[in-house]
């Protein structure tokens, strides 16, 4: 079980690119009463939000298109964290709420509004972790924007950075640990306010990394990211040369593009590459050195015992010296078990179950100057 302090510090990777997205509220991870399951709601009519001051007309339901756009991107969430997202009607039973609605400030896009409460015992371990997550599309000022949630419009990057919000990332440039200038624009994660490029369509690569490390692409309750039932963490890279190390337990090391060096460290460990085994060169370098040569860089690997590509895993065995992934001595798959934010103002209540107590927290974010040069496009 999580203790208190796990669920209200952040679980930080030592990589400056995760962990200057990071933030403290939702963290899902902790989620109780579900194995590997949370709803969201286009539902206006029950589970609404109260006392958000930023809100400043009554909520308004998302039109069809808007919900079409949304449930797509939904499930592109799923395929990234392993969560699964499922729809309901009924607001009181969902966990994120969608809807438009006037929101403080004219150069305001979207606002993601999340609170969370828990119970622990006098351990200090948690036994009730709950939590809801509000995104709001500006239907005032930016109403015209936000009604078309099309995959590379304004309104759909606006979905995104808000549901990266939902999903417990913060902006790159706030808090303790920032983003350095050069990198802090949207090239790089959809967090930051510094537009570069057109309009983006997915989520960019060092929220990718940060969402990997939370939830590990096999969602709450599973064998990697914060809070995994047995200790092991998803560390992704990025398009540039990245040192990526590994924990005493069985992880996933995604190095991506430029050549990195990937080490496993104990465990039985793996290392991801995106693309087909045919396109890559295995050579054996030492007792538990590899070389991985492709597309995506000239890669070395030590206490790596798994390649997995998109067509296959095969197995590093200490008998192949020199070989094309093709060719490699021992193939196999390697299945992981499917299931595993703003800071707030903490107030103390006492619960029913004696020997607890209830902490809720409860933040908001906003989506502001990002958009604000796009409106003049």
Do not use: C
Not at 179 to 186: G, S, V, W, Y
Not at 297 to 316: C, K, P, W, Y
């Amino acid at each position: 079980m999580a203790t208190v302090s796990q669920v209200r510090s952040t679980t930080l990777s030592g990589l400056n690119y995760i962990d200057s997205l990071l933030g403290n509220l939702p963290n899902w991870n902790y989620q109780t009463g579900t194995v590997n399951t949370l709803y969201y709601t286009f539902s206006v009519a029950s589970g609404l939000e109260t006392g958000n001051s930023s809100i400043l007309s009554a909520p308004k339901a998302f039109t069809a298109a808007q919900q079409a756009a949304t449930r797509g991107a939904m499930a592109y969430a799923a395929k990234l964290t392993g969560i699964n997202f499922v729809e309901t009607t009924d607001g009181s039973a969902a966990q994120f709420h969608f809807a438009n609605a006037n929101i403080s400030g004219a150069y305001t896009t979207g606002l993601d509004s999340s609170r969370y409460s828990y119970s622990y015992n006098s351990a200090g371990t948690v036994t009730k972790f709950t939590a809801a997550t509000y995104v709001y599309l500006d239907n005032a000022e930016w109403a015209t924007k936000n009604a078309n949630l099309t995959p590379g419009t304004q309104g759909y990057e606006t979905l995104l950075h808000e549901i990266g919000h939902a999903l417990g990332l913060k902006h790159s440039f706030e808090g303790t640990i920032k983003l350095p200038t050069a990198l802090d624009n949207t090239s790089h994660t959809l967090m930051s306010y510094t537009h570069s490029g057109g309009f983006h369509s997915t989520f960019s690569e060092y929220d990718v990394a940060a969402l990997k490390w939370l939830y590990g692409g096999d969602g709450l309750a599973g064998a990697l990211g914060v809070n995994s039932t047995t200790g092991a963490r998803y560390l992704a890279g990025t398009s540039v040369a990245d040192t990526l190390t590994g924990t005493a337990f069985n992880d996933k090391l995604e190095g991506n593009g430029g050549n990195d060096v990937l080490n496993g460290g104990a465990g039985n460990d793996i290392a991801v590459y995106n693309g087909l085994s045919t396109a890559y060169t295995l050579l054996r370098t030492g007792a538990s050195t590899w070389q991985v040569s492709g597309a995506e860089g000239v890669d070395l690997l030590s206490n790596i015992e798994m390649l997995q590509f998109t067509d296959r895993s095969v197995a590093l065995t200490t008998t192949t010296t020199t070989a094309t992934a093709t060719s490699a001595a021992t193939t196999t798959t390697t299945a992981y078990a499917a299931g595993t934010g703003v800071v707030g103002t903490a107030a103390r209540m006492e619960s029913d179950a004696p020997m607890d107590d209830l902490v809720q927290l409860v933040g908001h974010r906003g989506h502001q100057l990002h958009h604000l040069d796009h409106s003049l496009v």
